[in-house]
């Protein structure tokens, strides 16, 4: 059944930080500074009053020069639990939506709950296609980032989706070989299973290229936890499965463990988060070869949840 359109934009996001790291990570000019818009994006706060009434004057600064000024107003204030305030205004233009975030913690985890409203559901279709188009659901994986390294002192990159697709078959995307190389391999290239299982304590094997090249890669299974979460780890390697470095960059780490979460966010939508940092021994050459790549990543895996959305159709 089609749903109602919604003027409503809703997100939903929980980061492993307490909610007075979140509160601080939005809140503090600092610290908002480090993670704020989407990836290749800046920020310069000239001021920031944050109390109903008060404003946030800051400059955006895209990765091609362009600059954006914004005036953010807030109207509702309570610290550690919720911020309501207007987006997208300047000086000169009235704001675009009104946004509501409500922050809750939960075993030391919190989750955060954002909606965007528009005046139309027309509107809030349009502002949905910019944000995809300018990147910027990556904000919310760039906080995730900055709290994993603020927190927990490690190095991750986070990318988010939401699937209008029941959970059991997401699950079933990440862990059935036939559904996993229709959609996983970037865009322009194809993937193929070789050997072994989608299964804890095995490792699966695969090709990945097109007419011009192939890489080869496997995968060992930690965890399969139906249908919430799968991890595994990650390496290069050659046609017969020894390791070996990825042929385009000699510096990435031979090792990286991925983590997917499966979250249910309606009868018929799936939320997909996934985490991956590097792991097992590396040098500091090449943990930076890693953060360097978040935008690399970032439009790889979006290419491929891209080609999901549309295999799930």
Not at 81 to 89: C, F, I, P, S, T
Not at 178 to 196: A, C, R, V
Request: glycine share 8%.
């Amino acid at each position: 059944m089609p749903k109602n359109p919604s003027n409503e934009i809703k997100i939903t996001r929980i980061y492993d930080a307490p909610v007075k790291a979140v509160w601080d990570a939005w809140t503090d000019p600092k610290q908002v500074a480090k993670w704020w818009g989407p990836r290749g994006f800046t920020i310069t706060t000239h001021s920031k009053d944050l109390r109903p009434g008060g404003t946030w004057d800051y400059i955006m600064h895209g990765p091609d020069g362009t600059n954006w000024d914004n005036l953010t107003t807030y109207h509702e204030v309570e610290k550690y639990k919720r911020l309501v305030y207007d987006h997208g205004a300047s000086k000169e233009r009235p704001p675009l939506f009104r946004v509501e975030v409500n922050f809750a913690e939960k075993n030391g985890k919190t989750t955060m709950d954002m909606t965007m409203t528009l005046k139309t559901p027309e509107d809030a279709e349009q502002i949905k296609k910019h944000i995809k188009q300018a990147g910027g659901n990556a904000t919310w994986d760039r906080l995730a980032e900055f709290l994993d390294d603020e927190t927990l002192c490690k190095k991750t990159f986070v990318i988010n989706r939401t699937f209008d697709a029941p959970l059991a078959t997401i699950f079933k995307m990440w862990t059935d070989p036939e559904h996993l190389t229709k959609w996983m391999p970037p865009t322009g290239l194809n993937m193929q299973f070789i050997s072994g299982e989608i299964k804890v304590g095995t490792t699966a094997m695969y090709a990945m290229g097109n007419h011009e090249f192939t890489m080869y890669g496997k995968s060992s299974y930690q965890e399969i936890s139906a249908p919430h979460r799968i991890s595994f780890i990650q390496q290069f390697c050659d046609q017969k499965g020894n390791m070996a470095r990825h042929p385009g960059a000699p510096v990435w780490p031979e090792t990286w463990l991925t983590t997917v979460s499966l979250a249910e966010e309606g009868p018929e939508q799936t939320r997909v988060t996934m985490t991956s940092e590097v792991c097992g021994n590396f040098t500091p050459e090449e943990l930076q070869a890693f953060i360097d790549e978040r935008a690399g990543m970032t439009q790889g895996w979006t290419g491929s949840f891209d080609k999901l959305e549309d295999y799930l159709k």
